[in-house]
């Protein structure tokens, strides 16, 4: 019957695809009680759709983020006794990414993508936004402030990423590895600074001297993780699904749990930032598949076309169980369920089971429509913070 085939696809996972992921920005106040740290009071800073990212706290009671502003990426900047977000720029010919201060200055670094591909680190005028090229000729992935004249960048090459040390007073940029990752970070109260060696198979956590060049291995990352900040001088945070991590250089021997998340919010957590005094905690994470699934399912019981839409891929494939594809696309589905929401006074659906595997979530329903009362299963996959992909049993 074609409303309850409408019934069951309407359960999918949608996601209007951008070209980066849907994440957010979360703050936590962060406290000492004996050897154990608390996480508390919990804000998402950025609450956007679409693109929140790459935080760094210009000081301690504002955070600077790159987010999605009007199609675009910019630069944004939280105070957070104010909960209000300040916007440092407005680039329409081109996105900001990795924004951080410049040291003892009040302007702010970011590498700029342009929209015909060109890529380089840029400084921002913090009161006017004025932009200006700091490093011509190389193509800036990641970087770091180790003084206002010293930074230490990840820069595209054919092989990946190389870490180059650039001194802005006489133009110099020095390569001293090829094959790193994106996590740099001043280790405070030292003349060091971290970054992750991909060289061999297992990554390393390493130091460097910027001045002398000299290199030293501090332990090995978390598997397949490369996103870590300073807690202090001798604690790394490393974040890997809803779980921190941490690492004590002076007395740890493998990596320890430093705090799990429980809100469903929070899902795959990668970028971490803690401020100067280490009281704030800002962590990145894609939107939980549980807290995407259950946000499609408050928008179809509330009929809410668009709502329900904007959680599914522009690609979405809905299936019948196991292989026989229904639909794809989300204009298709926009089809099907809109007429369907507008007849369907009485649609709902309860579930009555659910299980969360990874990226999958596998919902047992019971779906009232036109009078009509059913059960069926739908097992949705999340990807990049969107419904990909949805089969229905039946």
């Known amino acids: 019957m074609r409303s309850t085939k409408v019934l069951i696809i309407l359960f999918i996972y949608s996601y209007t695809a951008f070209s980066q992921s849907n994440t957010e920005v979360h703050l936590f106040d962060v406290s000492q009680k004996g050897e154990h740290y608390v996480l508390s009071n919990h804000k998402n800073i950025s609450n956007n759709d679409g693109y929140d990212n790459q935080p760094s706290f210009y000081d301690d009671n504002s955070v600077l983020f790159s987010s999605t502003l009007n ?64 490093i011509e000729d190389l193509k800036v992935g990641y970087h770091t402030w180790f003084n206002k004249e010293t930074l230490l960048s990840s820069v595209l090459v054919d092989s990946g990423m190389s870490l180059v040390v650039s001194n802005l007073n006489d133009n110099s940029n020095t390569t001293y590895q090829n094959k790193v990752g994106r996590s740099l970070h001043k280790i405070p109260n030292s003349n060091l600074i971290s970054y992750i060696s991909k060289e061999g198979k297992i990554w390393e956590i390493k130091s460097i001297n910027p001045t002398t060049g ?25 974040g890997q699904g809803n779980t921190i991590f941490k690492f004590n250089t002076k007395t740890d021997k493998s990596w320890n749990v430093f705090h799990t998340f429980t809100n469903k919010e929070l899902g795959n957590i990668t970028r971490l ?33 668009e709502g329900f839409l904007a959680t599914y891929t522009k690609d979405i494939k809905a299936y019948k169980f196991p292989n026989t594809i229904e639909f794809e696309g989300l204009e298709e589905m926009r089809k099907i369920y809109a007429d369907f929401f507008n007849s369907t006074p009485d649609l709902h659906c309860e579930i009555k089971n659910r299980i969360v595997i990874g990226n999958k979530v596998i919902d047992e329903e019971f779906i009232t429509a036109n009078g009509q009362s059913f059960g069926a299963v739908a097992i949705y996959e999340v990807k990049n913070g969107k419904i990909s992909k949805v089969t229905f049993v039946q």
């Open 71 to 134: 199609n675009q990426t910019d630069i944004a900047l939280y105070d957070i006794s104010t909960n209000k977000i300040k916007w440092i720029n407005s680039t329409p010919d081109g996105s900001e990414y990795s924004p951080t201060k410049i040291p003892n200055q009040e302007d702010v670094s970011a590498i700029r993508l342009d929209n015909d591909g060109k890529q380089l680190l840029y400084r921002y005028d913090y009161k006017t936004g004025t932009a200006k090229v700091l």
């Open 214 to 238: 000299a290199t030293k291995k501090i332990i090995n990352t978390i598997p397949g993780v490369e996103d870590m900040c300073w807690l202090n001088d001798n604690t790394i945070l490393m």
């Open 273 to 305: 930032t803690v401020n100067a005094s280490a009281t704030k905690l800002a962590v990145v994470s894609d939107v939980s598949p549980e807290h995407i699934v259950q946000k499609q399912l408050d928008a179809y019981n509330a009929r809410d076309i």
